[in-house]
């Protein structure tokens, strides 16, 4: 069974000081991996996935298959940043789309 | 180009009663999904629907139970409601083809069981 594990549930830094949110998963498949981001009263949000391996925001997240992670990174973390982080994966089978959500990080950037 | 709707936006219901929740997709979006989010157990998948027929099912019991309509739109039941129901429930629609991966969420229907 696919799973997504996110070890830190709080994570504070100060504002310019480089970010990395750490994301884990099990999965004996091909899964595709992405970020969502919920802001405060904000609905939850597509902020990246793995195969557009774009910049959003500023953020970059790698697919390492050999150590099963999907890090989010930031070099510069601004207060905006802020927010609710989930890492999620999606486990494709013959019926459709399987998403499995991790536990989600709390990212507090200080000023 | 409206987004996911999700109505009733809050609801209090006693246990025992049911409850059916009802979520709008983007237009065009023929994919839905429901999750249940609390703070003790994140996001959890309940189940997707595709063209009306229901194509993947997370670990709930039989009383969480949804439909699609042919307009795309979905509604979720919840029968015999217990204290632990509880929760934000939340529609997202997705495309075909290659965004088909891409999730696009309502703002959720909040639960209170009583």
């Known amino acids: 069974a696919q799973r997504v594990t996110q070890p830190e549930k709080l994570l504070s830094v100060f504002k310019g000081a480089p970010v990395e949110l750490k994301c884990n998963y099990s999965?004996?498949?091909?899964?595709?991996l992405f970020w969502y981001v919920q802001y405060s009263r904000q609905r939850l949000q597509l902020l990246l996935r793995h195969i557009s391996r774009e910049s959003i925001k500023g953020f970059t997240a790698d697919l390492n298959k050999g150590e099963t992670s999907f890090h989010l990174k930031k070099p510069f973390a601004q207060e905006e940043d802020s927010a609710m982080y989930y890492c999620a994966l999606s486990a494709p089978d013959n019926y459709g789309q399987n998403f499995v959500f991790g536990p989600g990080t709390r990212l507090s950037v200080l000023p | 180009k409206a987004g996911v709707t999700q109505t009733p936006r809050y609801l209090i219901k006693t246990r025992g009663q049911q409850v059916t929740l009802s979520c709008s997709p983007i237009?065009?979006?023929?994919?839905v999904s429901w999750y249940q989010q609390t703070p003790g157990q994140g996001l959890q998948f309940l189940f997707e629907y595709f063209s009306e027929t229901q194509r993947n099912k997370g670990n709930f019991p039989g009383r969480f139970s949804g439909r699609q309509f042919s307009n795309s739109r979905s509604e979720m039941n919840v029968s015999t409601l217990e204290l632990g129901d509880s929760a934000l429930y939340l529609c997202?629609?997705?495309?075909?083809?290659?965004?088909?991966?891409?999730?696009?969420f309502g703002a959720g229907s909040r639960l209170t069981v009583l």
């Open positions: 237009s065009g979006h023929r994919s």
């Open positions: 997202a629609s997705s495309p075909q083809g290659s965004g088909a991966n891409v999730l696009t």
């Open positions: 999965y004996s498949g091909s899964p595709e």
